[in-house]
């Protein structure tokens, strides 16, 4: 369980995030929309770990993140973030294993060497394996970094549930690879672990998330099953879009035209 209890954030005078509260379960893929500036990354970021200057408190489990050291952080959670930086030329393989350096001190054991194959395997990365990574086209290099945190998580953890975030993981991805990452994400959250997206496609996240979060200027406005939640008003509301809600004819759930 990830559990968010009356996050604010703010930079210099600027309010970015309002009190935030919402509990995200294992099992579960909660998807975060909003518009551009809502506050999206930002929420990630707080409870993924990476900004500490928040007020309120973030759980995992009956943990406080504050108080979870960070290697301890990188056996249990592993985040996708949107421009993964990486300046020198490393083989596809080696970037999917830093994924697992958290897990050993000098050299990956053959567990390690096998979770990484595992994850390839699942990305259909093994044509790439011993490409230069700064060659790979923007969808190339995310099937890397999507390999390299699965196989950062890819074992049951001793140390606890395991909690997986993406901001906007779909970035430069084409049609197949959209809904094959968000079937391997759901497929990871049965496992189960907690799964959160920042997205901004609101049909692929009807399509594939267990619950939305839905945030405008850095304000929760709605939190829910999709189809308990999503209405014309609500799209109107977060984007300032007139949309009409039909019935996916494929799974029976909610689906967006916009006017
Ligand atoms: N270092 C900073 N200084 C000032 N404002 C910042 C800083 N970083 C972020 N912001 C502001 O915080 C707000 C929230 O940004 P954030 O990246 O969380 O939004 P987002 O919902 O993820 O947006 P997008 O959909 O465009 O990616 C934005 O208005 C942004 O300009």
Redesign the pocket.
Known sequence: MLKLEQISYA??N?Q?LHSISAVLQPGEVTMIL??????????LRIFSGAVDNYTGEVWYDERNLRAIKKLQLAHIRAVMT?QPELSFPLPVEEVVMMGRYPHFEFNPSVHDHQLCEAAMERLKLNDFRKRNYLTLSGGERQRVQFARVLAQLGEESKEGNRFLFLD?PLNNLDIRYQHAFLKEAAAFAAQPATVVA?M?DLNLALQYADRLLF?KE?ELVAYGKPEEIVTEELVQEVFAVQSHILQNPLNGKPMVVYK
């Open positions: 930079i210099g600027k970015i909003g518009p551009n500036g809502s506050g999206k990354s930002s929420l949107q906007e920042v901004h945030l850095g």
